[in-house]
């Protein structure tokens, strides 16, 4: 059979195409639950089936992979699942614009007609972000894929709700709600953004009803006062207290309202008095039903003002209101003032419209009974990682509202309630039902709204594995091991899968959740598509190579701390990708077809103990990385120890061995550079498997090795602690240092790298010496020098270069090596040269008119320019005086 060769280039596109291929139709991640194996399980974030692969979710996809690769090779049964959100108001809109371009609504179409066109834009344009995740390498078991609007997703939406109905916890009831006027829908708390804006504190006199005087309210919107139903002043505000029991007239209404008293008003807020609008303001709603105030709402749901308010202003927009009400306020004398203030603004998430609280009868969870369980579940059952978030996950449990779950819309899990047009009874079942479960009548109709889609992805977790049917995947993988996920949806998604998971499981939901941080541009700032800053994952992918972005996230991603990315950064590491690749093929040149059969402990060399140390110390630190989540220090790790140790120092201090005549020499080096190499894919793989994997497939092999091509399949490393040689650290540390200090002399003094040098080295110690003569040929190779000298006796000459390495004093005689005079003359040249510049450079510096006229960027260039050459004047006056001290 042929021997396998590495291309002389490394061409990542190729090489991804094929093991994507390859682990997808060998199922190579599709695990069997009676498999043997502890099992370790996760479920991808769904993304939206709208969506497109952002730099966020390459780095969690990154996350996840590394996790599930890693456990695979620790002999766990790990399975991945991946999956798309139908994400209900999001793909209602894109199919709504296609709608509006051909020149009619979703009404034109009728329900049925709509729903049926959704789900073919999802079969036809949906989903390609789960194609992208493909491209980054992701794991997952693509057999078990989940959508959230699937049948049997759709089974366990039926089953949640009406048990939560049945427990009590789902409710209907008018209520406050949270309303976008652009996508007509209600909206839960955490699906507000909000924005601070600036607006102005309206003062406004309400007059008293008896005529004494007024007071004189402060509000941002003046617009709602038209449906105003009391003033509130705290009681124990000797300014106001007094006119408790009295009345106002409500301005350009004429209507009295009582003024009452509750120690939630601010005194020092505004004026101390607050109108009191339920109807407009969530506070004011909680007011309103403490006091049994009557609730007006002025506004339609298209954000207009209606019949409620007087007739003049009915059909105004809200900002139109705003106006007309204020010009009539100030023409009947009834404004005080009006005082610039930022306030913040509520915007829908989706559309970033202004959010209108609105009255409105919906369907509710009721949160706190589940709350209290989630709360204390971290970190009793579940860790957070980094652990600080678990503050923010408490803060927002304990003031947790009620979820208000009902959509507007019609893409989504329509809510499973029939009201009985006879008697009005309501019938909440799983299976759609015939006739009205309380009188038998078969007039029923089916609730129009449709659940929040976050209600669906609060069950991802077991829905995914089957729930509610008891499948071999819920017994043996859930609890899921790990949920790695963004800051931004601990509210939306996290405590709400650990609510319905401990109520409907008795069990979390996950066992730990690593929270990993924003992915920001180089400068730290949010990348977003009006700034220009965004860098495309996709994009980085076509140039570099999924393996490069994957190691460069990974490098990044300590735990807690925003990463600050740049296309630079992505191309250093491919770099790295084309260094392992080249150290691979200098490899395989040097390596028979059958790897020898020698024990590794018969190597002999410092090279040889020393790369088998470290392999050993950087398996146990990327098991102790790897389980604790410090998935830089992975990277930072790996590449410490293939660039630096593996490439820069063992392949150069083995040639001689394998270039040699030496035939057990060479035997045993070659066993020992294939068992690190093909380790370090290993190692390597659960952060960059595609190059990693094709490596794999064309080294050779022992007699005997029968371990399959798919590396994703191996086990980790064992531990060979035969091979732990602290000493040869020592040792090699002390070699490292005389190579580099002969190195540095030959730079600092711009010694050419032809010119034969030799070297004395006074040691400090006789095990020193021992040891640099045991290396006297590789320290002549490496720090390429003609002769070494060594001894505690050694003496230098005056004009020597000089450096101390752990108390060993290497010299490097510079007689007929250096001309000093010429040398000295040119430096002295080039200083004069770069001086006279410099000052040409400062004085336009100092120059204002310059500074204060000149493009920014021709300042900033001039002052790095400056900078530069003030570097370069220290470098040459440094090596100018290196040289005099050496003259003497």
Sequence with gaps: MARKELAKAYEPWDVEEKWENHWEENKTFTPDPDDPGDPYSIVIPPPNVTGVLHMGHALNLTIMDILCRFNRQQGKNVLWIPG?????????????????????SRHDLGREKFIERVWNWKEEKGGHILSQIRRIGASVDWTRECFTFDDQRAKAVREVFVKLFEDGLIYKGDYLINWCNRCHTALADDEVEHEDKPGALHHIKYPLADGS????????RPETMLADTAVFVNPEDDRFNHLIGKKVILPLVGKELPIMGDTYVDMEFGTGCLKVTPGHDFNDWELGRKYDLEVISVLTEDGMINENAPEKYQGMSVLEARKAVMADLEAEGLVVEVVDHDHSVGVCYRCKSVIEPHVSTQWFVSMKPLAEKARAAIPAQTQIFPEHWTKTYYEWLDNIRDWCISRQIWWGHRIPAWTCEECGELTVSIDDPTECSSCGSKNIIQDEDVLDTWFSSALWPFSTMGWPDETAELAKYYPTSCLVTGFDILFFWVARMMMMGLHFKQEVPFDHVYIHALVRDEKGKKMSKSTGNVIDPLDMIEKYGADALRFTLASFAAMGRDIKLSEQR????????????????????????EIPAVALDEAEGLANKWILHRLEEVKKTIVETTT?????????????????????WYLEMIKPALYGEDEAAKAATQKVLWTVLSEIMVLLHPVTP????????????PAGDDRPEDLATLPFPEAREDCANPESVKEMELFMGVVSGIRNIRTELLIEPAKKLNVLIKTASDADKAVLEANMNLIQSLARVESVTIGPDVEAPKASGAAVVQGNEISVPLEGVVDFESELARLDKNLTKLEKTMVGVSK?????GFVNNAPEAVVAKEKEKLAEMEEEKTKLTQLKERLESVMG
């Design 84 to 104: 798309m959100d139908h994400a209900g108001i999001a793909t209602q809109n894109v199919v709504e614009r296609q709608l509006k371009e051909e020149g009619f």
């Design 213 to 220: 005087g007024h007071l004189v309210i402060a509000t941002t």
């Design 570 to 593: 992505i191309e250093g590491y491919k770099h790295f990708m084309n260094k392992i690749w080249n150290a691979t093929r200098f490899a395989m040149m040097n390596l028979p077809d």
């Design 628 to 648: 604790e989540y410090r998935f830089n220090e992975i990277a930072q790790t790996l590449y410490k120890f293939i660039w630096s140790e593996f490439c820069d």
């Design 690 to 701: 595609f190059i990693t994997q094709e490596i794999w497939s064309v080294l050779p092999r």
């Design 844 to 848: 336009k510096l100092a120059n204002p």
